[in-house]
């Protein structure tokens, strides 16, 4: 594992904000760490980084306790919270050069990061013009520079329009297949991270609610049967006095749990028997959205 806690527990005077967590991400992932507002997800980045001082629990990064060997540790992660530090009157390249000088990485560097992260037709603009998005990327590259094998992100797609965010996104796509690197990202939103995470973790509350591979997260919703059909009020009816139950009904759809493709095609035949016209039927997984809102409402 790259990083792994140990009941981990923090407070703000009284109030517990972070509560026993056990988080595990796997060398090489993209490790989405979703919660909502308040969740208690940059406090936790915030002991990650050693920014606030543990109080209960341990932290493992590399394999390493972080109270043990932190410079060591700390020398391979890039990390990006809340704003990216730039300076807003330098260019994206200044902005570059300046922290190479600072970390003693060797200036070629900061032409690879400036391709790598599509600022180069930028490079000499004013980061104070630049867009959010490419303010983010600049943020990105700065956390880049020394090479890091661990990335943390704190909300970087916060704010930014559709196209930043597809941007970011297939950043980080790069950094993990072609770079190898592990990507560790916050966010309160799930449809930002789950086109790109491998893994999740669910914090709400201060608890984790849910940690596995996002294929662990879709096997947690029951796949559901959804018919679009002409009176679904009707159609509903129908099927639970055949001994069907119902999990949803809308104007246009309704749904019943999924049982097989025989029982799918029972349904269809009853219905259309009986008069219905069946626009569409068939198969449908739970989305993660609707599931991230089960999970996080439910604590
Ligand atoms: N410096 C502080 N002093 C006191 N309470 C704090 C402090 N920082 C955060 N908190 C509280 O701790 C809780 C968790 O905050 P945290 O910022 O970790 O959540 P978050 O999941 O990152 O939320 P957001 O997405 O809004 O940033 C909140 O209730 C917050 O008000």
């Known amino acids: 594992m790259v990083i792994s806690t140990e009941g981990l527990s ?11 967590l056990a988080l595990q991400v796997p060398e090489g992932s993209i490790y989405g760490f979703l919660g909502p ?25 590399f394999e390493q306790d972080i109270q043990h060997h932190r410079t060591q540790i700390l020398s391979q992660i890039g990390s990006l919270i809340e704003q990216p530090a730039i300076y807003q009157h330098l260019t994206g390249k200044e902005n570059l050069l300046n922290r190479a000088l600072l970390l003693q ?26 867009s959010l998005g490419m303010k983010q990327r600049l943020g990105i590259a700065l956390a880049l520079l ?50 790109m995470a491998t893994h999740v973790g669910i914090i709400n509350h201060g608890e984790l609610l849910f940690q596995g591979s996002i294929g662990e997260l879709q096997a947690l919703s029951q796949p559901l049967v959804c018919i679009e059909t002409d ?16 999990s949803d009904v809308t104007d246009n759809y309704l749904y019943v749990p999924y049982i097989s493709k025989q029982k799918t095609a029972d349904i269809n035949a009853l219905l259309h028997g009986s008069g219905h016209a069946i626009f569409s039927i068939g198969k449908q997984q739970k989305d993660l959205e609707r599931l991230f809102l089960d999970i996080t409402q439910k604590a």
């Open 37 to 61: 507002n308040g969740a208690g997800k940059t406090t936790t980045i915030k002991l990650l980084l050693n920014l606030l001082k543990i109080q209960i629990g341990s932290i493992r990064i």
């Open 146 to 195: 020394a090479d890091p094998k661990l990335l943390i992100l704190d909300e970087p797609t916060n704010g930014l329009d559709p196209n930043g965010i597809i941007e970011v996104r297939e950043l980080l796509i790069k950094l993990v297949s072609q770079y190898k690197k592990t990507v560790f990202i916050s966010s309160h939103l799930l449809a930002e991270v789950e086109r």
């Open 231 to 246: 009176n679904t009020v009707d159609a509903a009816n129908l099927l639970t006095r055949n001994g069907y139950s119902v």
């Open 105 to 130: 990485v060797p200036v070629k560097r900061v032409d690879e990061m400036l391709a790598l992260v599509q600022l180069t037709n930028a490079a000499h603009k004013k980061a104070g013009q630049y």
């Open 10 to 20: 923090f407070n703000f005077g009284n109030q517990q904000v972070v509560k026993s």
